[in-house]
């Protein structure tokens, strides 16, 4: 049973630093094919991805927020971590993590609501 | 970068069949595989079509998916509405550097 969860700050404040890990079982982050990425949701809005890593340490960003976002992976601990820098109140949203095989996001984590405010 | 275009909103009433689109912006919609993921208020997204057109297990066949090169679309068909059906609707396809959600549809059933 493949099951992921998001853990982190539920609140920082303007130009803060983000982080965000993910930690997963029932899969591993070494098998060929397998990611791991960030997905969030403002409130009421649409689906909008950030970050995926690959077994392989392959990485992939949003071009549009390329410059704020790291992905890690410690496949030991079966943990992935984002960092988004520079915080502001527009990165509000639910931020989820999800696995991806093929091209699929088959499984999500519950998602995390971080909230950006002074 | 490309753009996955959705409408809004859709409607219609229990036990109809609805479709709902997924435009590519750019580059064929048949060069990488679209998938379709539900999300109910309060949950997280689920998937109910991958690689175009399959179903994952547990999925009614009620529900189905299809690609059109011609309009460079996916679609998304529901038929039998039932009440439960209604939420909010993401198509996701990908290139090689980049994942690609659309706007979402919210599927109303009344």
């Known amino acids: 049973q493949i099951t992921l969860k998001e853990s982190g700050p539920t609140l920082v404040k303007p130009t803060q630093t983000l982080t965000l890990t993910c930690t997963f079982s029932?899969?591993?982050?070494?098998?060929?094919?397998?990611?791991v990425g960030w997905i969030r949701q403002p409130p009421g809005k649409a689906l909008e991805w950030l970050a995926l890593?690959?077994?392989?340490?392959?990485?992939r960003y949003s071009p549009s927020l390329k410059s704020r976002l790291t992905i890690t992976k410690d496949t030991s601990k079966n943990q992935v971590v984002l960092t988004m820098t520079n915080m502001d109140p527009v990165d509000t949203a639910t931020y989820y993590c999800?696995?991806?095989?093929?091209?699929?996001?088959?499984?999500w984590g519950q998602g995390t609501l971080v909230t950006v405010s002074s | 970068n490309f753009m996955l275009t959705q409408p809004h909103s859709v409607s219609e009433s229990p036990g109809k069949t609805v479709t709902i689109s997924c435009t590519r912006s750019s580059g064929s919609i048949a060069s990488n595989y679209v998938q379709w993921y539900q999300q109910r208020p309060g949950s997280s997204p689920t998937t109910v079509i991958y690689?175009?057109?399959?179903?994952p297990s547990g999925v009614p066949d009620r529900f189905s998916g299809s690609i059109d090169s011609s309009s460079n679309s996916a679609s998304l068909t529901i038929s039998g509405l039932k009440t439960e059906d209604e939420a909010d609707y993401y198509c996701q396809s990908y290139d090689s550097s980049n994942q690609v959600f659309g706007g979402g549809t919210k599927l109303t059933v009344l």
């Open positions: 890593i690959y077994w392989n340490d392959d990485k």
């Open positions: 999800a696995h991806l095989y093929s091209s699929s996001w088959y499984y």
């Open positions: 690689e175009d057109n399959q179903r």
């Open positions: 029932g899969f591993s982050l070494s098998t060929s094919g397998v990611g």
